[in-house]
């Protein structure tokens, strides 16, 4: 069974920094895009960063570019997005995803497999 865990959220106050991880096992970690999406209360999911292992190209949602930086350590089969100067409108639910194919943006039925999600507040 496929499986995508999350780790590493918590609370912060704005302007602060914290680093999610998403560990991936029993899937072919090279052929896929993972990343993060978020959704906040009473809102819809939204596509935050997608990285693709193999070929090491990026997408990020305009809200968050030049303050989250995506990775990834094929090794461990892990993503990590580290997430600095962190604004109050950042607080959701970060779920890891995995699609097959290259980091762009996806809809969520282009999605493969999710995670379980991790909290990320920030309070102002």
């Known amino acids: 069974e496929v499986q995508l865990v999350e780790s590493g959220g918590g609370l912060v106050q704005a302007g602060g920094s914290l680093r999610l991880s998403c560990a991936a096992s029993?899937?072919?970690?090279?052929?896929?895009?993972i990343g993060w999406f978020r959704q906040a209360p009473g809102k819809g999911r939204e596509q935050v960063s997608f990285?693709?292992?193999?070929?090491?190209?990026?997408y990020y949602a305009d809200s968050v570019k030049g303050r989250f930086t995506i990775s990834s350590d094929n090794a461990k089969s892990t993503v990590y997005l580290q997430m600095n100067s962190l604004k109050p409108e950042d607080t959701a639910v970060y779920y890891c995803?995995?699609?097959?194919?290259?980091?762009?943006?996806?809809?969520?039925?282009?999605?493969?497999?999710w995670g379980r999600g991790t909290q990320v507040t920030v309070s102002s």
């Open positions: 995803a995995a699609g097959y194919g290259e980091a762009t943006e996806r809809r969520l039925h282009e999605i493969d497999y």
């Open positions: 029993k899937f072919t970690f090279e052929n896929y895009a």
């Open positions: 990285v693709h292992s193999r070929n090491a190209k990026t």
